[in-house]
Each structure stands twice: as structure tokens, then as C-alpha cells.
């Protein structure tokens, strides 16, 4: 498994090498679609993005749960969690990544 972990940054130069803009225009472009996504999931939009997956917002109901070192029954309260399901081509370009 790769060390590597993709940052803004590595998206703002991807775009500076192959959109052609200045690096300053880049990060700023990389990090308004960013925001935008996240400001939609915010509101509790569904964020689709072709070929690559959906990103949305599921509220999970309260429940009680278990400590499992003391088996003490602990409420877990209501929460919203985001929850991403990558496209069947992701999914496939990541299984042939793994033929390797």
C-alpha cells in the first residue's frame, strides 16, 4: 500500500501542469470546489461527481451501545455521518491498480 497521501496542494499543482493556470489561480480553484462540496454536504445535499462516486449525508438514529472493555450499556446520541460510494469505473480502476 502506498505511503503517499494526495493534498491540496499536489490538486493545485495537477491543475497548474495541466490546465496551464498560474500557481496561485490553481489553489485558488482547487480550494473553491472544495468548499463548494463541502458547504452542499453542509446543507445535506448529495454531491455526485461522474465516474468517481457520491458523497451524502446520512443521520443515523440514537442507540445504546456497549463499552467493550466494561460491557457497560452507553447511549450513543443522534448524529449525521458522511458517507461516499465510489462509481463502478473507480471501483474497477482500483481493482485493476491491484493487478499489479
Same mark, same amino acid.
Given at each position: 500500500? $502506498?505511503?503517499? #497521501? /494526495? #493534498?491540496?496542494?499536489? /490538486? $493545485?499543482? $495537477? &491543475?497548474?501542469?495541466? &490546465? %496551464? /493556470?498560474?500557481?496561485?489561480?490553481s489553489a485558488d480553484l482547487v480550494e473553491s470546489v472544495l468548499n463548494h462540496v463541502s458547504d452542499s454536504l453542509v446543507r445535506g445535499e448529495t454531491v455526485k461527481i461522474?465516474?468517481?462516486g457520491t458523497f451524502s449525508v446520512r443521520e443515523k438514529a440514537a442507540r445504546v451501545g456497549r463499552n467493550p472493555k466494561t460491557g457497560e450499556e452507553v447511549p450513543i446520541h443522534p448524529r449525521r455521518v458522511l458517507t461516499f460510494r465510489p462509481s463502478h /469505473?473507480?471501483?474497477?480502476r &482500483?481493482? $485493476? %491498480?491491484?493487478k499489479r
Amino acid at each position: 500500500m $502506498a505511503d503517499k #497521501t /494526495l #493534498t491540496r496542494m499536489d /490538486l $493545485a499543482d $495537477a &491543475v497548474h501542469s495541466q &490546465v %496551464g /493556470l498560474s500557481r496561485n489561480d490553481s489553489a485558488d480553484l482547487v480550494e473553491s470546489v472544495l468548499n463548494h462540496v463541502s458547504d452542499s454536504l453542509v446543507r445535506g445535499e448529495t454531491v455526485k461527481i461522474s465516474s468517481f462516486g457520491t458523497f451524502s449525508v446520512r443521520e443515523k438514529a440514537a442507540r445504546v451501545g456497549r463499552n467493550p472493555k466494561t460491557g457497560e450499556e452507553v447511549p450513543i446520541h443522534p448524529r449525521r455521518v458522511l458517507t461516499f460510494r465510489p462509481s463502478h /469505473l473507480m471501483k474497477d480502476r &482500483v481493482a $485493476a %491498480g491491484n493487478k499489479r
